[in-house]
């Protein structure tokens, strides 16, 4: 039995727990009160093309100095918050992580492994690319809407015994949450930075869908711009892709990758919908500041960064 903690008991955080706790595994959730009320009064509830799941009441707070001292020996912790919050939740958890923790930060965007190291150091980080939706529909009650690929779970570096990150990938494919090890974390990272970061902030800005955005000239030369670069920035920074340079990637992205999700609008235009913050800065803005740092110029990515700030900040008007 491995010991768990989910820091961020959203969409992503409540399925994962539910269905480790559901294998067996002490799971402890730390969430919105909202959620995590609904999580220790009356369980969790999964549904969708995972297959339908209940499991029982499970110890849920709001934050990780809530949790009793007898309870904080704590295995792994799976940070699931928004890229935003990735520094905050990681001090949080500072009094629960143990000589031997891990912590596996399964979020969006570029930073994040960088940021729980700094506090915690590589030898305890890892990193999950996650591509499955799931939606929240009530306290405790989420769908898995669609299934992309396997979870890729590594070490951002490669600098952590793969054995043991296969041994951690076991246990969460015997919980049913499809996983695999992988030593190219890196460009899983990027790829899945890629594809948001030429869609989600546009389509948000826009409110159209995917495949909107791909049939028209205007908007595919502003996708291939913000791209194109990526590639300059990343190659600049010695950053790791699958592809050798933005045209292969262009050819995947158009051809493979848009098309089966040519129908959805972004998340992101449901954060500005709401008035909520974005992860624009873990996106394009991550893209914006690697190329000041490496003097490569990334108009196109200021420029839609700059577009996402401004709407985010008419919530505040």
Same mark, same amino acid.
């Given at each position: 039995?491995?010991?768990?903690?989910?820091?961020?008991?959203?969409?992503?955080?409540?399925?994962?727990?539910?269905?480790?706790?559901?294998?067996?595994?002490?799971?402890?959730? /730390?969430?919105?009160?909202?959620?995590?009320?609904? /999580?220790?009064?009356?369980?969790?509830?999964?549904?969708?093309?995972?297959?339908?799941?209940?499991?029982?009441?499970?110890?849920?707070?709001?934050?990780?100095?809530?949790?009793?001292?007898?309870?904080?020996?704590?295995?792994?912790?799976?940070?699931?918050?928004?890229?935003?919050?990735?520094?905050?939740?990681?001090?949080?958890?500072?009094?629960?992580?143990?000589?031997?923790?891990?912590?596996?930060?399964?979020?969006?965007?570029?930073?994040?492994?960088?940021?729980?190291?700094?506090?915690?150091?590589?030898?305890?980080?890892?990193?999950?690319?996650?591509?499955?939706?799931?939606?929240?529909?009530?306290?405790?009650?989420?769908?898995?809407?669609?299934?992309?690929?396997?979870?890729?779970?590594?070490?951002?570096?490669?600098?952590?015994?793969?054995?043991?990150?296969?041994? /951690?990938?076991?246990?969460?494919?015997?919980?049913?949450?499809?996983?695999?090890?992988?030593?190219?974390?890196?460009?899983?990272?990027?790829?899945? /930075?890629?594809?948001?970061?030429?869609?989600?902030?546009?389509?948000?800005?826009?409110?159209?869908?995917?495949?909107?955005?791909?049939?028209?000239?205007?908007?595919?030369?502003?996708?291939?711009?913000?791209?194109?670069?990526?590639?300059?920035?990343?190659?600049?920074?010695?950053?790791?892709?699958?592809?050798?340079?933005?045209?292969?990637?262009?050819?995947?992205?158009?051809?493979?990758?848009?098309?089966?999700?040519?129908?959805?609008?972004?998340?992101?235009?449901?954060?500005?919908?709401?008035?909520?913050?974005?992860?624009?800065?873990?996106?394009?803005?991550?893209?914006?500041?690697?190329?000041?740092?490496?003097?490569?110029?990334?108009?196109?990515?200021?420029?839609?960064?700059?577009?996402?700030?401004?709407?985010?900040?008419?919530?505040?008007?």
């Amino acid at each position: 039995m491995t010991r768990y903690l989910i820091f961020g008991a959203g969409a992503v955080g409540t399925l994962l727990g539910g269905l480790l706790a559901k294998a067996g595994n002490s799971v402890t959730f /730390i969430g919105r009160k909202w959620n995590i009320e609904g /999580i220790r009064q009356d369980g969790i509830r999964i549904s969708g093309i995972w297959g339908d799941h209940d499991i029982p009441p499970q110890p849920a707070y709001e934050a990780a100095g809530d949790i009793p001292t007898d309870q904080r020996e704590i295995d792994q912790i799976i940070i699931t918050v928004k890229a935003f919050d990735t520094e905050k939740a990681t001090q949080s958890c500072l009094p629960v992580i143990q000589d031997a923790s891990l912590v596996i930060s399964c979020q969006n965007g570029f930073g994040n492994n960088q940021i729980i190291a700094d506090r915690i150091g590589w030898r305890r980080t890892l990193g999950a690319r996650f591509i499955t939706g799931v939606e929240i529909t009530a306290p405790g009650v989420v769908q898995v809407t669609v299934h992309a690929d396997s979870v890729r779970l590594g070490h951002y570096r490669r600098e952590f015994p793969m054995e043991q990150i296969e041994s /951690i990938a076991r246990t969460l494919r015997e919980a049913g949450i499809p996983t695999e090890a992988t030593d190219q974390l890196e460009q899983y990272v990027w790829a899945k /930075i890629l594809y948001n970061a030429a869609l989600n902030p546009l389509g948000a800005l826009l409110g159209v869908t995917y495949g909107e955005l791909a049939d028209n000239q205007e908007t595919r030369s502003i996708m291939n711009r913000i791209i194109e670069e990526a590639f300059a920035v990343t190659g600049k920074c010695g950053i790791e892709q699958f592809w050798p340079d933005a045209d292969a990637y262009k050819d995947a992205f158009y051809n493979q990758m848009l098309p089966p999700t040519a129908a959805h609008f972004p998340s992101m235009l449901r954060d500005l919908e709401r008035g909520r913050q974005t992860e624009i800065n873990a996106l394009n803005g991550a893209i914006s500041q690697l190329g000041e740092k490496a003097n490569v110029s990334t108009s196109v990515n200021d420029t839609i960064a700059s577009l996402i700030h401004f709407r985010e900040k008419l919530r505040d008007t």
